[in-house]
């Protein structure tokens, strides 16, 4: 019932820009925190950066004053402005959504995304 789909990954060129959206989709009553992660080849998954539904943001340092994570908690949706991106940014970029609660029912869930290919060429 509840899905979350993403959009805007591709090819970019190095120092370029791209923007990552994130829309959950379903019956859903409020989300605490959604969230950015990444993964590259051979390297474990790590949290890119998170806002909370209060508007409370994070970023990992390697993308601190490059990338920005906004979110919209009408439409539950999230995105991810890249900016300056560089090559080791490439990756496979994950959203999360957490403390997902549902109509009529007290438990929170979290769920992810199907993933989406940043490539970022020098």
């Known amino acids: 019932q509840v899905q979350l789909v993403e959009s805007g990954g591709g090819l970019v060129q190095a120092g370029g820009s791209l923007r990552l959206s994130c829309a959950a989709s379903g019956s859903i009553f409020s989300i605490d925190v959604m969230s950015w992660y990444r993964q590259a080849p051979g390297k474990q998954r790590e949290l890119v950066a998170f806002?909370?539904?209060?508007?409370?943001?994070n970023y990992a340092d390697s993308v601190k004053g490059r990338f920005t994570i906004s979110r919209d908690n009408a439409k539950n949706t999230v995105n991810l402005e890249m900016n300056s991106v560089k090559p080791e940014d490439t990756a496979v970029y994950y959203c999360?959504?957490?403390?997902?609660?549902?109509?009529?029912?007290?438990?929170?869930?979290?769920?992810w995304g199907q993933g989406t290919q940043v490539t970022v060429s020098s």
């Open positions: 999360n959504a957490d403390g997902v609660r549902l109509p009529n029912w007290g438990r929170k869930y979290e769920y």
């Open positions: 806002i909370t539904s209060g508007g409370r943001l």
